[in-house]
C-alpha cells in the first residue's frame, strides 16, 4: 500500500515557522482530514508537502523515498496533486480543455468523468462560466486527470452551500475507496469531513494538538472543541500522532 509521510515537518514563509514539528501519514486508499480554525497552517502545510514551499526541517516521502524540498515538479512524478483553495482553472478555457490540458498524457479520462455527471452536461461550457460547485468538481477532475496517487484538497466547501459540500465530500470518499488514491482534506465542515474521513488530526498556531480515528472525533466533540480552543488538556491529551 502506497504511503505519503510526513516526519517532523517545520515549515513557513522565509525565515518565519508557521508549522512544527508535524508527523502525519496519509495511506493509499484512505481519507485523513485536516483540521483547525484560520490561520492554524493548513495552507502552507499541503504548499510544502507539494513543494511549492521549501521545508524549514523534516521530510516529506513517499514510500519511504523523501522528496526533494520545494521541487515541486519532484512532488507530481511522485504522485503528490494539489488542488488549490482558488481553484486555479484556465477560465476563459471550457470544461474539455482545462481537463485536455492537465491530462495530455492521460488515455482515457472517461472514468474520471463519470464521478462527476455535472460536467459531462457542461462540457463545452467555460469554466468561468460554471457554478461554484461545478467549478469544484472541475478542479478535483482535473487532479484526477494527472493519476495521482495522493490528492491534497484545500478548503473545498470555500463558498459552497452544505448541500454541495455535502455531495462533493461523498465523492471524495469514492475517489479513495474506487481509485487507491490517498486524500489529505483540508475542511472546515467538521462534522461532515469526519463522516467520511478515516483519520484526522487538527493543527492549532502551527502544532497537532489532537489526532486519531475520525469516529473516536466525532463521538468527542468536546475534544474538538477544546483543540480549537488551544485548551492545555487538549494539546496535552495529543502526545500521539496518526
Given at each position: 500500500m502506497t504511503l505519503l509521510s510526513c516526519t517532523g515537518l517545520s515549515c513557513g514563509h522565509g525565515k518565519v515557522t508557521v508549522v512544527r514539528d508535524v508527523c502525519l501519514d496519509v495511506r493509499g486508499g484512505s481519507v485523513v482530514s485536516l483540521l483547525g480554525p484560520n490561520g492554524a497552517g493548513k495552507t502552507t502545510l499541503l504548499s510544502t508537502i507539494v513543494g511549492l514551499l521549501p521545508s524549514l526541517r523534516g521530510e516529506v516521502s513517499v514510500?519511504?523515498?523523501a522528496l526533494p524540498s520545494g521541487k515541486p515538479s519532484a512532488a507530481n512524478r511522485a504522485g503528490v496533486v494539489l488542488v488549490p483553495d482558488d481553484r486555479a482553472l484556465f477560465t476563459p478555457l471550457t470544461v474539455q480543455q482545462n481537463l485536455a490540458v492537465a491530462g495530455a498524457r492521460a488515455s482515457n479520462s472517461?472514468?474520471?468523468i463519470d464521478l462527476f455527471p455535472a460536467l459531462r452536461r457542461r462540457w463545452q461550457v467555460t469554466a468561468g462560466a460554471l457554478s461554484g460547485g461545478e467549478q469544484q468538481m472541475l478542479a478535483v477532475a482535473r487532479a484526477l486527470v494527472q493519476r495521482p496517487r495522493f490528492l491534497l484538497i484545500d478548503e473545498m466547501s470555500l463558498g459552497l452551500a452544505p448541500i454541495i459540500v455535502d455531495e462533493l465530500l461523498s465523492t471524495v470518499r469514492t475517489i479513495a475507496d474506487e481509485t487507491g488514491v490517498g486524500v489529505l482534506l483540508v475542511e472546515q465542515h467538521i462534522s461532515l469531513a469526519l463522516q467520511i474521513a478515516d483519520t484526522a488530526i487538527v493543527l492549532v498556531q502551527g502544532a497537532v494538538v489532537l489526532a486519531g480515528s475520525?469516529?473516536?472525533?466525532?463521538?468527542?466533540p468536546e475534544r474538538l472543541e477544546a483543540a480549537y480552543l488551544g485548551s492545555a488538556v487538549a494539546v496535552a491529551s495529543a502526545a500521539r500522532t496518526i
Open positions: 514510500d519511504g523515498q472517461d472514468d474520471i475520525a469516529a473516536e472525533l466525532a463521538a468527542a
